[in-house]
């Protein structure tokens, strides 16, 4: 039993808090702050009366640390689950610091003004956080999160090494408008256009935006375009998994999505450098963002399935070994339970369930910890309990 903090009502937080509420032998109160606070208020009114969780609300700026300290002061939260923009990590991994309080988020920092996905900003918390004996775990959604949490298990229970790894990320949802983005548009297509990267025989490869193409048949969804994007776990895996050579990151995007991608790039639609107009200065990709589809609005129009997961090639017993495990998701089906399509839930799912083994002290730090730091054996059965059950196969199709 637990009190957590959530900080940002997005799409993301909306499918977390609907999963602690369904979990509420573990979350026994939240409270939901945000800038927004009305998005706050509506989801508590929602959810009340199906749950026993007790149901706080406050409105919060992330970027103001006093102001977050006041509130982690006044609520004693016993975990912060950061599922705000990852420009607020550093001021929300602060007051974590200075109340002596565990933190969690989904996704690196990156700084505003500079698309770059690194860890280095995070990392330099450890020996603070050491020293505070608090427990901050990066990166725990789908992917980051889940492909951690695969890569810990496979070195745990089948390999002696893994030497390849390839994370493949595959929505094949329809949501029916030529364009849109499934989740944050100005974090989403700051992803997706920055250079790729992959890391092989300890150095960085880079590449161009959608330089690299592959064709996948993904298990209960069929063949698919994929491309080689750069992505934070890339990083730390590298790094936590021994014997590892290669690993690379791909992501499937309809023709679609990649024609008007491109045109909004060479309008200069999706910079990030600001521009002067009538008097105000704007970000392009702000105001791009302000036009287009709220992702919180695909879910009830998104037809299809979601397969994510890694394949693992490496050796066991001094044999060579391959092994595959994804979780198939569903749109409608994540629709019909949380409200969200399953960007959402994919993350929103191993939110709650990274915030549950910090709060209930499964998983101790004490430091600034990767998920696959931990140990993989509990995230893994919380996943098929709480609704993105994993697959595995020992004969898979490979990337070349
Ligand atoms: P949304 O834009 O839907 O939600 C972000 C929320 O954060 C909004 O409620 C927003 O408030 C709030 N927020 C933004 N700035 C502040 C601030 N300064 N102070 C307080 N609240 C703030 O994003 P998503 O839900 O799609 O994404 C949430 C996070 O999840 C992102 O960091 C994203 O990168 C990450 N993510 C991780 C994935 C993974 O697999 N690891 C996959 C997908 C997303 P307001 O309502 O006022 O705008």
Avoid at 242 to 270: A, N
Avoid at 272 to 299: N, T
Wanted: proline share 5%; hydrophobic share 35%.
């Amino acid at each position: 039993m637990g009190k957590a903090l959530i900080i940002g009502c997005g799409g993301v937080a909306s499918v977390a808090i609907h999963k602690c509420c369904q979990n509420s032998d573990e979350f026994s109160e939240i409270m939901i702050a945000s800038r927004t606070k009305s998005k706050c208020d509506a989801l508590k009114e929602k959810l009340e009366g199906t749950t026993k969780t007790k149901i706080r609300t406050a409105q919060v700026d992330a970027d103001d640390v006093d102001a977050l300290i006041a509130l982690i002061e006044e609520f004693q939260p016993d975990v912060v689950l950061n599922l705000a923009l990852p420009y607020q990590d550093l001021h929300i991994m602060d007051a974590c610091l200075a109340t002596k309080t565990n933190y969690v988020d989904t996704a690196n920092y990156e700084p505003e003004d500079t698309a770059k996905f690194e860890y280095k900003w995070q990392w330099a918390y450890r020996e603070r956080y050491e020293k505070a004996g608090i427990t901050a775990l990066l990166g725990s959604g789908f992917d980051p999160g889940v492909t951690g949490v695969f890569a810990a298990y496979a070195l745990k229970h089948h390999f002696d090494e893994i030497n390849y790894i390839d994370i493949l990320d595959c929505n094949a949802g329809d949501h029916g408008y030529p364009f849109a983005t499934n989740f944050n548009p100005e974090i989403n297509i700051r992803e997706v256009s920055a250079n790729g990267s992959y890391w092989e025989d300890g150095h960085w490869v880079e590449t161009k935006p959608m330089e690299i193409k592959r064709v996948y048949n993904f298990p209960e969804v069929g063949p698919k375009d994929m491309y080689l994007l750069h992505h934070e776990e890339l990083e730390s895996l590298g790094l936590n998994i021994p014997g590892i050579k290669r690993i690379r990151f791909f992501m499937t995007f309809g023709q679609s999505y990649l024609t008007h991608l491109k045109c909004l790039e060479d309008v200069g639609m999706t910079s990030i450098e600001p521009i002067e107009f009538e008097g105000k200065k704007i970000v392009p990709l702000q105001f791009l963002k302000a036009v287009l589809p709220d992702p919180a609005s695909l879910g009830p129009r998104t037809k299809g399935k979601t397969n994510i997961g890694c394949i693992f090639r490496g050796k066991k017993d001094g044999k060579d070994k391959t092994y595959y495990l994804y979780n198939v998701c569903d749109h409608q089906e994540c629709y019909k339970e949380v409200g969200s399509q399953a960007v959402s839930y994919t993350t929103g799912v191993p939110a709650m369930i990274g915030a549950m083994l910090i709060m209930n002290g499964t998983w101790k730090g004490p430091g600034v910890k990767n998920i696959e730091e931990f140990d993989p054996d509990p995230f893994m059965e919380a996943l098929n309990k709480w609704g993105l059950p994993w697959k595995e196969s020992f004969d898979p199709e490979l990337v070349d």
